[in-house]
């Protein structure tokens, strides 16, 4: 069955083909091909343009419409599922509209249903027909969207809007300018996903040419790759930004993409102060007069009614559209019933745990977590294993996060993810044996034992490691160019530990301690986050203008710096980003080089290098140690040494 729950569903072309169907729209109107035929509109959540449009579009193709008035009132009151509501109500319409608040609901619905099912927005996740209203719009003004520049602005990581659109951009060769509201940005998963599968990468821009719409926020250029991105700003330094500068002053803003702060997904109190607004300034601004404005709608108050009265403000011709590129879309797919879901191109493999216990989607909005019953625990793992982390993706919400132990179902044994064990993960999951865990409680409820590893050689005792972060800490200092702008940010876990004593070290030398903060990718929560002072009254962690230096315990192929740096850079615009390791295993596949640097190791990828820190490991020193995991895909013969905490 052909359903629409992202954009990824629909090739280049069938958008294309869609285009086609919606210029033609008064012929569809007049032929009927929908007579007969029923729609169902089960909107969870509030909605004017896409109810409204989706029931003209049905109507004007000759077919009806039946609804909920207002989900409250259904059976869902009662405790219905909506894997149940989507199984009842596909055997009474041809085709099934669904809006929900909870990420991948209608992806859940879609796998109860006999008719296509269409998402008309689910949670934060996507909005596909609204994108495609957005990209018709821009080829109707503008015509070709390839070259385009688009500023995003807004909410940008609770707009499910702009999550279909941005990858829709993207595929079209459109280039994005991210202007978020302060703490509403871009999420990471969506500019992985940008990385991953358009080969797109971001740039922090100086956004003062921007001043017409907000002054707080830093904006973010992404483009397909190009040679200035590669540098990674690991040293952002004078010719860096120079060069930024001119790249900003150069753009050519063709459409601004205005988003109302999605305040039905936030809890309350959070501020409108800095939300970033559209009005006269904007109006009156050289840069933009050619800038065509678009909104999704609703508005609240960034759009101002002036921009209404002025042409180029397009987004009531944005809304109309709706009808006509709707009445496409329901005819494009009842002519595909019989087909299979696109195959979207995706380097992905599908993962569902062997085991009755195994890792959960960490978004809590994930209909997975909201309701388990209606969902099934499905991911997409990423294969060949590259990264330093092993990366689960949500099959029914994108979000990606981090799994912590590895198995075989059969030897029963189980490990912290290491790349070394790759191949061995490759065999297992072609033959279902791969069970993956969040924790070793879950390994060692379903019987689990830790994988025996090779004999550990000590790389660094404690005295060589506290050396090492002292020579650090005086380099640091050296190199500062002002104290007071300093902030020590380690990746958690071992990375945070490392950056609170180097901060420490800093302190006995200098006299001042430098804010100390921790970052973490893939984690649950926010990505960002002070350690000291911990004082609540300090604020939230702000980059801007700062001199950061990134912590770790180890870098290996620069993948999790990779990271960090797009969540930094997506935070603020700092003065400077500079990399301390304790540990430069010496292979690279991204071209980044740490500053400061406590011991080259070069060791190969079948090695394990761990750094063993008292506050993690509940040991009574510190030490490097490499050793090789022995043989992962023996059956289970004698007990091993567990190996179970972080590292590299
Ligand atoms: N753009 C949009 O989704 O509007 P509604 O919420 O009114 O459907």
């Given at each position: 069955m052909r359903h629409l729950i992202s954009i990824a569903d629909l090739t280049n072309e069938e958008i294309e083909e869609i285009f086609a169907l919606a210029d033609d729209a008064q012929n569809l109107r007049a032929v009927k091909p929908a007579s007969g035929q029923i729609m169902a509109t089960l909107f969870y959540e509030p909605s004017t343009r896409t109810r409204l449009s989706f029931e003209s579009a049905m109507q004007r193709l000759g077919g009806s419409v039946i609804s909920c008035s207002d989900m409250k009132a259904s059976s869902t009151a009662k405790g219905e599922t909506i894997a149940d509501t989507a199984r009842v109500v596909s055997s009474y319409a041809d085709v099934l509209v669904v809006r929900h608040h909870w990420d991948g609901a209608v992806q859940a619905m879609a796998e109860q249903a006999d008719v296509p099912v269409i998402n008309a927005g689910d949670g934060s996740h996507e909005h596909p027909t609204q994108t495609l209203c957005d990209l018709y719009t821009l080829r109707k003004e503008k015509g070709a969207i390839k070259g385009l520049t688009v500023v995003l602005c807004g909410d940008l990581k609770n707009g499910r809007t702009i999550h279909s659109l941005v990858y829709a951009l993207a595929r079209f060769g459109a280039n994005v300018v991210t202007l978020a509201a302060n703490g509403m940005a871009l999420p990471q998963y969506v500019l992985e996903h940008l990385e991953r599968d358009y080969d797109y990468a971001l740039t922090p821009v100086d956004a003062d040419d921007l001043g017409a719409v907000v002054t707080e926020t830093d904006a973010l250029y992404l483009t397909p790759k190009q040679p200035h991105q590669l540098a990674l700003f690991t040293q952002v330094d004078q010719v860096i930004q120079a060069q930024l500068n001119t790249m900003a002053a150069g753009l050519r803003y063709d459409v601004f993409y205005m988003t109302r702060k999605q305040k039905e997904r936030m809890g309350d109190g959070s501020p409108d102060e800095g939300y970033p607004t559209i009005g006269r300034d904007f109006l009156r601004a050289q840069r933009f007069q050619d800038t065509v404005v678009m909104h999704p709608l609703p508005r609240v108050d960034e759009l101002s009614p002036e921009v209404d009265k002025d042409r180029r403000g397009i987004y009531f011709k944005q809304a109309a559209y709706g009808v006509p590129v709707r009445m496409a879309l329901l005819k494009f797919l009842f002519d595909r019933r019989a087909q299979k879901r696109s195959a979207a191109k995706r380097s992905t493999i599908p993962y569902e745990s062997p085991e009755r216990l195994g890792p959960q989607c960490r978004n809590p909005?994930?209909?997975?977590?909201?309701?388990?019953?209606?969902?099934?625990?499905?991911?997409?793992?990423?294969?060949?294993?590259?990264?330093?982390?092993?990366?689960?993706?949500?099959?029914?919400?994108?979000?990606?996060?981090?799994?912590?132990?590895?198995?075989?179902?059969?030897?029963?044994?189980?490990?912290?993810?290491?790349?070394?064990?790759?191949?061995?993960?490759?065999?297992?999951?072609?033959?279902?044996?791969?069970?993956?865990?969040?924790?070793?409680?879950?390994?060692?409820?379903?019987?689990?034992?830790?994988?025996?590893?090779?004999?550990?050689?000590?790389?660094m005792a404690d005295a060589e490691i506290r050396n090492a972060l002292a020579e650090m800490s005086a380099a640091i200092l050296r190199d500062c160019r002002d104290p007071e702008r300093l902030l020590i940010l380690g990746v958690r876990s071992a990375g945070s530990q490392l950056a609170q004593r180097l901060a420490a070290e800093?302190?006995?030398?200098?006299?001042?301690?430098?804010?100390?903060?921790?970052?973490?990718?893939?984690?649950?929560?926010?990505?960002?986050?002070?350690?000291?002072?911990?004082?609540?009254?300090?604020?939230?962690?702000?980059?801007?203008?700062?001199?950061?230096?990134?912590?770790?315990?180890?870098?290996?192929?620069?993948?999790?710096?990779?990271?960090?740096?797009?969540?930094?850079?997506?935070?603020?615009?700092?003065?400077?980003?500079?990399?301390a390791v304790l540990i430069d295993r010496g292979h690279r596949e991204v071209p980044v080089k740490p500053n400061y640097v406590g011991k080259n190791i070069p060791s190969s990828e079948h090695d394990r290098v761990r750094v063993r820190l008292r506050e993690l490991d509940a040991d009574q020193t510190d030490q490097v140690v490499i050793y090789s995991i022995v043989n992962p895909s023996e059956t289970r013969v004698q007990a091993a040494e567990p190996s179970t905490s972080g590292g590299n």
């Open positions: 909005n994930c209909v997975t977590l909201k309701e388990p019953v209606s969902s099934a625990r499905r991911f997409e793992l990423r294969l060949p294993v590259q990264d330093d982390a092993l990366i689960l993706t949500c099959s029914y919400c994108d979000h990606r996060f981090k799994v912590q132990f590895a198995g075989n179902v059969k030897s029963k044994r189980y490990h912290f993810f290491d790349s070394a064990l790759a191949p061995a993960l490759n065999d297992w999951l072609s033959k279902g044996e791969l069970a993956l865990f969040d924790s070793i409680k879950e390994a060692e409820e379903l019987g689990y034992e830790p994988f025996k590893s090779g004999p550990h050689r000590v790389l800093i302190e006995i030398r200098c006299g001042c301690k430098p804010e100390v903060g921790e970052v973490e990718i893939y984690g649950p929560g926010e990505e960002l986050r002070r350690i000291s002072p911990a004082e609540a009254d300090a604020g939230a962690l702000n980059l801007r203008d700062r001199e950061v230096i990134l912590v770790d315990d180890v870098i290996f192929t620069g993948r999790t710096v990779k990271s960090v740096l797009s969540i930094i850079f997506r935070s603020a615009r700092p003065q400077s980003v500079r990399l």
